[in-house]
T-cell receptor, first 112, second 111 residues
Framework: SQTIHQWPATLVQPVGSPLSLECTVE??????LYWYRQAAGRGLQLLFY??????ISSEVPQNLSASRPQDRQFILSSKKLLLSDSGFYLC???????????FGPGTRLTVT | QKEVEQNSGPLSVPEGAIASLNCTYS??????FFWYRQYSGKSPELIMF????GDKEDGRFTAQLNKASQYVSLLIRDSQPSDSATYLC???????????FGKGTLLTVNP
C-alpha cells in the first residue's frame, strides 16, 4: 500500500527566515506530486505540481519554490518567509494517469 | 477558469438524518468528480469518486451525478456525530491531473 509522509507536523518561524518542508511517498513509482496551501477558513490553493524528477510547475507566483530531487520526494522552500505564508501546507500524490489525489498529514506553519 | 461551487454552510442535521451536500461545476466537459472529507485540523481524505451519470453507493454514502445540470451531490444516510467535518468537492482542473476544489461545506451532526 502507498503511504505519504510530511514533516515537520508544526512549525513556528519568524518573518524573514528560510523554510524547508519535505514530503515523501512510499509504495508507488513516478507519482504526480502536489503542494497545496490552506489558509485559515479558506479553500485549497494549489502551489506547485510535478510529473517527474526535476519537473516543477508553479501555479501561483510568490516567494515559495519547490524541488523534486528524487522520484518520491517533494520539497517546498522559501528563502524569506512572509506573514502571509502562514497556513496549512499539504502534499498530495496521484498515480501517473489518475486524478484521485491522496493527501499527507500536512504541516501547520505559523509565521510570527 | 474551471470553477466549483459549494454552499459553505454550516449544514446542521440531527443524528440519524440524511445529510445532503451539493456541488456545482462550470466545465461541461468534466468527466470525474471527487468528494473529500476534512476533519478540523486534519488533511483531506478521499471518500468517494464518480465518473458516470446516476448514483454510486458506498456504505452510508451515495454520490449522485447529473451532468446535464452540472451538479454532483453527496448523501450521507444515518448521519453520525463522527461525520461532522468539512466536505470538499473536486473536479479535474486541466492538464497534468490537477484538481479544482470547492471551498467546502461544513457539516455538523447533532447527537
Amino acid at each position: 500500500s502507498q503511504t505519504i509522509h510530511q514533516w515537520p507536523a508544526t512549525l513556528v518561524q519568524p518573518v524573514g527566515s528560510p523554510l524547508s518542508l519535505e514530503c515523501t511517498v512510499e509504495g508507488t513509482s513516478n507519482p504526480n506530486l502536489y503542494w497545496y496551501r490552506q489558509a485559515a477558513g479558506r479553500g485549497l490553493q494549489l502551489l506547485f505540481y510535478s510529473v517527474g524528477i526535476g519537473q516543477i510547475s508553479s501555479e501561483v507566483p510568490q516567494n515559495l519554490s519547490a524541488s523534486r530531487p528524487q522520484d518520491r520526494q517533494f520539497i517546498l522552500s522559501s528563502k524569506k518567509l512572509l506573514l502571509s505564508d502562514s497556513g496549512f501546507y499539504l502534499c498530495a500524490w496521484s498515480r501517473v494517469a489518475g486524478y484521485e489525489q491522496y493527501f499527507g498529514p500536512g504541516t501547520r506553519l505559523t509565521v510570527t | 477558469q474551471k470553477e466549483v461551487e459549494q454552499n459553505s454552510g454550516p449544514l446542521s442535521v440531527p443524528e440519524g438524518a440524511i445529510a445532503s451536500l451539493n456541488c456545482t461545476y462550470s466545465d461541461r466537459g468534466s468527466q470525474s468528480f471527487f468528494w473529500y472529507r476534512q476533519y478540523s485540523g486534519k488533511s483531506p481524505e478521499l471518500i468517494m469518486f464518480i465518473y458516470s451519470n446516476g448514483d454510486k453507493e458506498d456504505g452510508r454514502f451515495t454520490a449522485q451525478l447529473n451532468k446535464a445540470s452540472q451538479y454532483v451531490s453527496l448523501l450521507i444516510r444515518d448521519s453520525q456525530p463522527s461525520d461532522s467535518a468539512t466536505y470538499l468537492c473536486a473536479v479535474p482542473g486541466g492538464s497534468n491531473y490537477k484538481l479544482t476544489f470547492g471551498k467546502g461545506t461544513l457539516l455538523t451532526v447533532n447527537p
